[in-house]
């Protein structure tokens, strides 16, 4: 099969983590891109070597030339994007926050369920190599079932320096940073049936929480604590890493930060280095999620050609977005928030 064409539409931020890791996949490349300030359009065209620029995503579609369409816009703008593809019968990838609200996420994968066309949430957390490691060692038996987990990022990285509007929304670390690690608590220990939260501000110039306190009880059985903190200094800044701890009936795992795997069961102790790869383009401490960056779009690709469903899917992503929503509902209520109720 011939190479898959993209476009790509928000040229911000972290687009340009993506642009790299388009020319890295093996399969399918950016051919046009989109985005409404002219400047960073014409810097991320020059930078890849974009000839097809656009200001208006209408025309991008109009022009057409493109197999998959890769948003990678702030979340307000997310719906009328993914609409707007799926009118096309264009697959889509679509940047997380899923939405504004979970109403919003539900029409989206119902557009594309009816036109036909993939949705994928760009949720790369999940495939960082170091999670993957867990994943792996977890389904190997080397621990049993497991009945408990911790999944912890707490950083006093300054965040706001290269994403100064996350500053200003009402929602921060749930939404943004949060969300990612309910996905890890997901994707390690299986879906959520209730989960009961508490939040708190401490940096007094930002609207936002910016620490968060979350407790899950998963369909199997196993309990889990996820928590996050943009408040949080250490004599070692762990910035970007999720630290994981796992207890199980035959052993334990734990993630440990410089991405240090450790097994214990009944044959000893098992320490091995999950440390992510350092791509050409990418750089420290960012590196981690350089290569899950990377790592998403070839999924997306590979399951694209072979007519696949990927791993963190439109109808996946609602699962993980209901629990960021269930979280401000339970961190505002007091109460334990059944998260079956959200997604009927």
Known sequence: MTDLKGALIGCGFFAVNQMHGWKDVDGASIVAICDRDPERLKIVGDQFGIERRYADANAMFADGGFDFVDIATTVNSHRALVELAASRKVPVICQKPFAPTLADAKA???ACNTAGVPLMI???FRWQTPIQAVRKALDSGAIGTPFWGRFSFRSAYDVFSGQPYLAEGKRFIIEDLGIHTLDIARFILGDVTSLSARTKRVNPKIKGEDVATILLDHENGATSIVDVSYATRQSVEPFPETLIEL???????RLTQGYELQVTNAEGTTNTDVAPTLLSWASRPWHNIHESVYAIQQHW????KAGKETSTSGADNLK?????????????TKATVEIGKLLA
Do not use: K, P, Q, R
């Not at 629990?323 to 505002?332: H, I, K, P, Q, T």
């Open 108 to 110: 989206m994968v119902a």
């Open 122 to 124: 760009h949720e790369n």
């Open 247 to 253: 207890d199980g009936t035959e052993g334990s795992i």
């Open 301 to 304: 690709a590979d399951c694209l």
């Open 320 to 332: 993980t977005f209901a629990l960021v929503e269930a979280s401000y509902e339970s961190a505002e």
